[in-house]
């Protein structure tokens, strides 16, 4: 149980396109997605959590409207880079708790997804 | 400012031996520490979690072993293996509140044989 996905998994775009990235709670209902970021050799970011329904939290230093987050239900949150320029190209990954779980701290990730801008 | 530090940066560790990672953190409101495994171009997974209310936790090979006094915690893997190369990351969070993770560095483990 507890599976996070996430799609696509691996994304390469031209710069000043925009992409889109699902992350979908397969089996569980998450009222609040994360979602972080991963730089080659470095720790997980946070980038901004997602509540189903409203707007999302950006953590400072992250455009929002570089990143726009919707969280549509509560199984699917989706990250869209917009005008994607070569610095954006980075691992993202998002992160969903069971809100029937949510005492228990469990945060559960989806694979993630590489982004390359060229 | 890091709210949770983890060492060491990189560790090597001899097939069959035991891997020690330390983290530290700062804000006694944490009350869920757990460790992720991450090998390369994979979402990082949940390895095993301990509560502030034992100091102790083990499952198979993985044991964490927490301080609250010291606000200290750390990963020993036993009779480590060669699969158990990856980057083991510890992290922290409240369990109220729905909060997010807040993650060490990383230690990138080898275990060579």
């Known amino acids: 149980g507890a599976v996070v996905s996430q799609h696509p998994s691996r994304v390469i775009c031209k710069s000043g396109t925009s992409v889109k990235i699902e992350c979908r709670s397969l089996?569980?209902?998450?009222?609040?997605m994360f979602w972080y970021r991963q730089f080659p050799k470095q720790s997980l970011m946070l980038m901004a959590t997602?509540?189903?329904?409203?707007?999302?939290?950006?953590e400072q230093g992250v455009e929002k409207d570089k990143f726009l987050i919707n969280h549509a239900s509560l199984t699917l949150s989706t990250l869209t880079v917009t005008s994607a320029h070569p610095e954006d190209s980075s691992f993202y990954i998002c992160s969903a708790r069971d809100r029937d779980r949510l005492g228990t701290g469990e945060l559960f990730f989806g694979e993630g997804s590489r982004l390359t801008v060229l | 400012q890091q709210q949770v530090k983890q060492s060491p940066q990189s560790l090597i560790v001899q097939k069959g031996g035991i891997s020690i990672i330390n983290c530290a953190y700062e804000n006694t409101a944490f009350d869920y520490f757990p460790w992720y495994q991450q090998f390369p171009g994979k979402g990082p997974a949940l390895l095993i979690a301990i509560r502030p209310d034992v100091s102790e936790k083990k499952e198979g090979r993985f044991t964490i072993s927490f301080n609250k006094s010291a606000k200290q915690f750390s990963l020993h893997i036993m009779d480590s293996q060669p699969g158990d190369s990856a980057t083991y990351f510890c992290a922290a969070s409240m369990r109220s509140g729905n909060t997010p993770l807040v993650f060490g560095k990383g230690t990138r483990l080898s275990v060579i044989a």
């Open positions: 089996d569980f209902q998450a009222t609040t």
């Open positions: 997602s509540n189903e329904g409203s707007k999302a939290t950006y």
